[in-house]
């Protein structure tokens, strides 16, 4: 639940101050509160006049969190996105996520605050080249990570999320799948698959996230000697030799959830640090240790940004897409659903 009116100061301070792993951006001081607490009372106002609801990746700056209606990993918030009845969906986090709130929602306003909304896997492939690759696999179904944009969804067949991925190229009926953009993540599937005895012919476009990728074993190996009974807990868009070192690999939620109901004395979280933040937000008694990779597009999302497409947006903050990608990225998310049910 979001914070309500009026935030004092020392009431910001108390919620943020558990917050140790994070950047510069993430670390809060009495002083840093004097300053955050009238924007976060003028957020909170303008969303009651403006009727808008505000959704959150765990990723953005932990203060957004607190003004935020719901925060949740990239299928939940579609899921939120889906659900909501307020005319107005101001989406903190990045553009290829406040397009799919758009897909779902074309007759709603659609506002992104983030002014660097791009991410290094949707920016990886246009629609252009998935269509040039359907022609060189004609007998391969298409399944696309949500990090994709609008155009190139509208070329696929299956969306997936980090939450889903798995059971759904599992279930798609076709031996052949493409999977894009993530050859990370589609590699991480394929040896999962695999333990299931499921030999699936994957082939993968050469995409990464710029901040999972940059993940390797060794700080795994050497938090494990600092740390007795230390739970390693990553993302599958990290690589595989990440993964085989890790105790529990899911969506951030799922890491959230897995977090949640264990008990460690200390947790290292492979994945943009936010998620780290929140945690400690949230669950101030538990330990996080590990170092900091900020993910540039999320972090760009601030209050004053909040501000700003709450009074008068940008044009460049208000999604727009034409009807006819609507409608084929439509098509490509619901069979996620169909699939999830
Ligand atoms: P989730 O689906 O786990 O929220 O991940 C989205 C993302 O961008 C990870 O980098
Ligand atoms: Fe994209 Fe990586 Fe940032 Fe997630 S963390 S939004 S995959 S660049």
Redesign the pocket.
């Known amino acids: 639940m979001p914070l309500s009116v009026p935030v004092t100061p020392d009431l910001l301070f108390d919620r943020l101050k558990h917050i140790k792993l994070g950047g510069a951006t993430c670390l809060y001081t009495h002083e840093k509160c004097e300053e955050l607490a009238p924007l976060v009372n003028q957020v909170l106002e303008l969303k009651k006049e403006k009727e808008a609801v505000v959704l959150a990746?765990s990723y953005v700056n932990p203060e957004l969190l607190l003004v935020a209606d719901f925060v949740g990993?990239?299928?939940e918030l579609s899921r939120k996105a889906q659900q909501t009845s307020a005319p107005t969906i101001v989406f903190a986090a990045v553009k290829f996520m406040a397009e799919t709130a758009k897909i779902l929602n074309p007759t709603k306003r659609v506002l992104v605050p983030g002014k660097m909304n791009g991410?290094s896997l949707a920016d990886s492939i246009t629609g252009e080249q998935v269509r040039a690759l359907r022609k060189q696999y004609p007998d391969h179904t298409f399944v696309c990570y949500?990090?994709t944009t609008a155009e190139v969804k509208a070329e696929c067949d299956v969306c997936v999320?980090?939450?889903n991925v798995t059971r759904i190229i599992e279930a798609i009926p076709n031996q052949n799948i493409y999977f894009l953009p993530d050859k990370l993540m589609a590699k991480n599937v394929q040896n999962e698959l695999q333990k299931k005895n499921i030999y699936k012919n994957i082939a993968w476009w050469d995409g990464t996230?710029y901040?999972?990728e940059d993940y390797d074993p060794d700080m795994i190996r050497y938090l494990r000697t600092q740390f007795q009974d230390l739970k390693v807990v990553s993302?599958p868009?990290c690589h595989e030799s990440v993964l085989a070192h890790s105790d529990y690999v899911g969506?951030?939620?799922q890491m959230i959830d897995y977090v949640n109901k264990t008990s460690s004395n200390a947790f290292f979280l492979l994945?943009?640090c936010g998620l780290s933040s929140r945690l400690q937000l949230e669950s101030p008694s538990k330990t996080f240790v590990g170092g900091c990779t900020m993910?540039r597009y999320m972090k760009s999302n601030t209050l004053q940004d909040l501000v700003r497409v709450l009074q008068v947006p940008d044009p460049e903050d208000d999604i727009s897409l034409s009807s006819d990608i609507c409608q084929r990225a439509l098509k490509c998310i619901e069979e996620m659903f169909r699939y999830g049910k």
């Open positions: 990746h990993d990239s299928y991410c949500i990090n999320t980090s939450s996230c901040v999972h993302h868009e969506s951030t939620s994945t943009e993910c």
